[in-house]
């Protein structure tokens, strides 16, 4: 059986353009992919950035209610105590509207953090077992400091919870 080399001219051509149509689908395949890991490589970078925000924010100002502790005004003492049954004033965006904003630095960057300091009471100081509930001597003034990175639209945002007792 022959072929004559008129009809293998057109075939190769086809099959050419075929493979050609497969490599292009797998490189666009292969951006799409690369593309989508930078996304998220960006994005863990960015929680990550508002994580250690928070976490300074947390501590810097637990270190600033350390004796002898500042005015109310500076800490946000001054919102109420919390009630039982009420939802709590970190989940209320009303209270953060009277928030504290404090500058740290992650990395050698600035970033402002937010907080609120709750006054929670006096509390049972669970480093001495042997106290009693009842004695004044073993309460300790107790302090839920509540940080959070600044809300942007389409960044991440993290809140961090700390009880001081003081």
Known sequence: MKHSRSNSR???????????????????SA??????????AA????????KQVAEATVRQVGTNLLPPAPGA???RATLPAPVAGA???W??????????????????????GEFMVENLGMW????????KV???????????????????AGRASVTIQAIWRI
Request: aromatic fraction near 6%.
């Open 10 to 28: 057109g075939m190769a051509l086809v099959v050419s353009l075929l493979l050609l149509v497969a490599m292009t689908l797998l490189a666009v």
């Open 31 to 40: 951006m799409r992919s690369t593309t989508l890991q930078e996304k998220m």
């Open 43 to 50: 994005n863990f970078n960015d929680r990550e950035i508002a």
């Open 73 to 75: 005004g500076w800490y």
């Open 87 to 89: 939802p709590d004033l």
């Open 91 to 112: 989940q209320d965006p009303v209270a953060w509207a009277n928030r504290g904003q404090i500058a740290v630095a992650v990395n050698g960057t600035n970033y402002t």
């Open 124 to 131: 049972p100081d669970p480093q001495n077992p042997t106290c």
């Open 134 to 152: 009842t004695d004044p001597l073993c309460e300790k003034q107790t302090y839920r400091v509540t940080a959070r990175t600044a809300p942007q």
